[in-house]
């Protein structure tokens, strides 16, 4: 998947971003004022910023780090036996 710049994050419900929640979809907390993504992409968790893909080596504040360790909890958590 491509990173996509955004400017604005839509509140859930409104008219904007109407049946975002049908299909496969993951709700995360956003803290007002903070620009910051998560998504999946081929069972990988990927971050961005406002303005570009994040990574371990170029992170923004450690919330890629954070993002990356939560995943692993959520995969673990959630094993299929």
Known sequence: ???QKYIHLEKFK???VENIEIGK???FPKIDGTNASVWIDNDC????SRNRCLSIEKDNAGFCAWATIQWAKFKEKNQKV
């Open 1 to 3: 998947m491509k990173f």
């Open 14 to 16: 409104t008219t904007e």
């Open 45 to 48: 968790i990927q971050t961005g």
């Open 25 to 27: 979809c993951y709700i």
